[in-house]
Structures are given as C-alpha cells and as structure tokens.
C-alpha cells in the first residue's frame, strides 16, 4: 500500500468495553510501532516489533494493553476494560528496520479512541 | 521527567517571515534528533532529521541547527507559508537503542496570510 493504514479512524467505547486497534504497515517493513497521542502532546512510544517479534512493551499503561503481530505484517492493538484515561489517539508507524536516518519513521492517521 | 523540552508551545508568524522552534534535550546519549509535521487529523510526517555531528542541515526552507555543547537544537522555517501552519514536534533516538523516539510536547505553528 502506499502508506501505513489504520482502522477505525474513530472508536467511541463505554467504559469497561473492550477495544481492538488494527494497523496494517507499509508492506516489507520489518519493524512496526505504537504510540499514544495525548491531546496537545506529542506521541508517547507503547510497544515496537521487528517482524512478529514484540521487543519492547515497556511503554504499554496497564496490562490492559495487549498488542500483537502474529504473521510479521498486520497489527492490533487490544486495551480490555477501557477507562477515560485510555481516551487518545493511537499512532501506528513502520520503517525498513529500527528508526534512523536511514529507517524514517512512515506513521499512518491513527485511531481516536473517545472512553466515556 | 521529561527527557526533551519544546518552545515556544504555539507560535504566531506573518507570511514571508522565519519560523524558529527551539528544543533541548538532557541525556547526552541522544544521537538522532528528527523535526516531524503534523496537520489535524493526520499522523506525524517527517520533515528533516539531523545526527550530532554536524551542526547544521539544510533542505529546501528548512533548517536544523544543532549545538551539541548546549544541548539544544532548533528548527527555522524560512519564507514561511500559510501552509506551513501545524504542528511541529522535535524528537530525539537515543545512540544504540534505534527505536525508541523521545517527542517534545510541539509547537502549533500558524501563519498569517
């Protein structure tokens, strides 16, 4: 695809619902990450994979945060039991490997997930 | 703690004019800082990356300047346009790690026509 795609654009969950976040990279891209976007913050890292392997997920808030990437490619997000403080913009972004000069950063629109 | 502190938090600029956002940073284990772009409703974009061995780069109207002993960075917009208008965020890699970017809170950056 052209670029990094994410579905939905908007989710609107009662508190306590569960929620699931899809992310689908720019195809070959080897390394996938999540991040959360507070309003009028800049993004704060969740959890990044290379290829199906989760790395690192010491940016997750709870362990109500879950998130997958089973085949290497497309990725969910999974936040059970949502609470208002969960209310953000979730960020999916891929690169060729890692982030670097030679790597940028592709972030795809995001979900705005409202709790309420 | 916040590991790289942005200003101004929003920024007002006539048409024609030169944008400047500034950011420093703390942990000297930093060694990739990016500029990203973001307009509302849209994922941040990049726009142009530096690494601490140089102490300027250039691209098209816009310019990081770096300054490793001060530990602080910025971003110039030359000949500003209205289009120009987002918001801005600097971000910093720290050396070793290659994935796990530090972003300032952002400037929101509006240009008058």
């Known amino acids: 695809g052209a670029g990094v795609s994410q579905s939905p654009r908007y989710k609107v969950a009662k508190r306590g619902q569960d929620v699931a976040l899809r992310c689908d990279p720019i195809s070959g891209h080897v390394s996938l990450f999540w991040y959360q976007q507070a309003l009028g913050q800049g993004p704060e890292f969740l959890t990044y994979f290379q290829n199906e392997a989760q790395l690192d997920k010491s940016g997750l808030p709870s362990d109500r945060f879950f998130a997958e990437r089973p085949e290497g490619s497309v990725s969910t997000l999974k936040i059970q039991r949502t609470q208002q403080e969960d209310s953000a913009v979730y960020l999916c972004?891929?690169?060729?490997?890692?982030?670097?000069?030679?790597?940028?950063?592709?972030f795809g629109n995001g979900t705005r997930l409202t709790v309420t | 703690q916040q590991q790289v502190k942005q200003s101004p938090q929003s920024l007002i600029v006539q048409k024609g004019g030169i944008s400047i956002i500034n950011c420093a940073y703390e942990n000297t284990a930093f060694d990739y800082f990016p500029w990203y772009q973001q307009f509302p409703g849209k994922g941040p974009a990049l726009l142009i990356a530096i690494r601490p061995d140089v102490s300027e780069k250039k691209e098209g109207r816009f310019t990081i300047s770096f300054n490793k002993s001060a530990k602080q960075f910025s971003l110039h917009i030359m000949d500003s346009q209205p289009g120009d208008s987002a918001t801005y965020f600097c971000a910093a890699l720290r050396g070793g790690s290659n994935y796990k970017l530090t972003f300032g809170k952002g400037t929101l950056l509006t240009v008058n026509p």
């Open positions: 972004a891929s690169s060729l490997i890692g982030q670097g000069m030679g790597s940028p950063l592709h």
